[in-house]
């Protein structure tokens, strides 16, 4: 099939509207729908559809082969968005991120892992409020000395399900995102409790989980663990590497989680990040600089950084 993405991006009124990305090309979803004579699903919010994936996928890629044709002979005209300006793309129900699940970056973060046959992923909770666009600002807060940036593959959940066969597990992933894992390394660690760890608080400050640039389909892309990733910091490259070098895959992470509890449309994976990120090299973001994270086939997201001011 071919590929396409599916976008949310500010309309000329002021309004969020849901986009076909399609041979470089931004169109209208329900203006195409309209033109074209396709039903489309009752919430045609890029939110819904995703809460809605097992419903309305098949529709949703009927319209966009459709699309696609009749974008090239001319029948979409004043429906392809110009520079259009993306918002969010969907608002994640929960954010599950997996830690320490390359090699190279657990010996760059010092940390000892266990044989994976010993061992289980290791998950943690990300506020999705964190959430924001590409183009957007990340804040750093005042209290934070040490932030850093992590790429990672963010796997879209399209299809509940609880105690998932790993035989099983690619149907339940509706498709694929970008996602920048920032965290404060110093807040990550505190001495006033026996837990030595505080991953809420390290992770889920305001603006730390950039991500999109839009939603691509599972069956739009291959193998989950043959895409090329990367950031960069003020156009130098601190990470270069590739899902395939994950300790636990995409499967198995979705077998694990959904042991747990049951995995529903629209939450988000990240499934963990490279060797590269500023902790490893000893630098951190400061204000001014400019992130950008990439996945081949998927996009990039890019976002500039900015101390948090605070009026006295």
């Known amino acids: 099939m071919i590929w396409f993405a599916l976008a949310t991006y500010r309309a000329d009124d002021g309004a969020a509207r849901t986009g076909i990305v399609v041979d470089d090309h931004l169109i209208d979803l329900e203006g195409t729908a309209d033109r074209l004579g396709h039903a489309l699903p009752v919430d045609a919010t890029l939110d819904g559809i995703i809460r809605n994936w097992a419903e309305v996928d098949g529709s949703i890629k009927a319209l966009v082969a459709v699309a696609a044709d009749a ?21 994640p129900r929960r954010v599950f991120a997996t830690a320490s699940n390359f090699i190279e970056h657990a010996n760059e973060m010092d940390t000892v892992l266990a044989e994976k046959v010993n061992s289980q992923p290791y998950v943690f909770m990300k506020s999705p409020d964190s959430a924001i666009a590409t183009g957007e600002t990340v804040v750093i807060p005042a209290q934070v000395e040490r932030a850093d940036w992590e790429v990672e ?22 498709g694929y995102i970008v996602v920048n894992d920032v965290s ?4 990550t660690r505190r001495n006033d409790f026996p837990f030595k760890h505080d ?22 892309l291959g193998d989950p663990h043959a895409f090329r990733m990367g950031l960069s910091v003020n156009g130098e490259t601190m990470q270069d590497g590739s899902t395939g070098e ?3 895959n995409v499967f198995e992470q979705i077998q694990y989680l959904s042991a747990i509890l049951t995995l529903q449309p629209g939450d988000v994976i990240a499934t963990g990040t490279p ?30 950084v900015a101390a948090e001011r605070i009026e006295t």
């Open 71 to 91: 974008l090239k002979d001319g029948r979409l005209s004043g429906l392809v968005v110009a520079d259009p300006s993306l918002l969010l793309p969907f608002h």
């Open 153 to 174: 593959l963010g796997v879209v959940i399209g299809k509940p399900g609880k105690r998932i066969a790993l035989a099983d597990a690619v149907h339940h992933i509706a």
């Open 184 to 187: 404060a390394r110093d807040q």
């Open 199 to 220: 991953w809420f608080r390290g992770k889920s400050y305001d603006t730390f989980l950039p991500l999109g640039p839009w939603f691509v389909p599972r069956d739009c």
């Open 246 to 248: 994950m300790i636990f």
């Open 275 to 304: 060797a590269g990120v500023g902790m490893g090299r000893g630098v951190y973001l400061k204000d001014g600089d400019v992130m950008r994270a990439w996945i081949d086939g998927i996009g990039e997201i890019v976002n500039p």
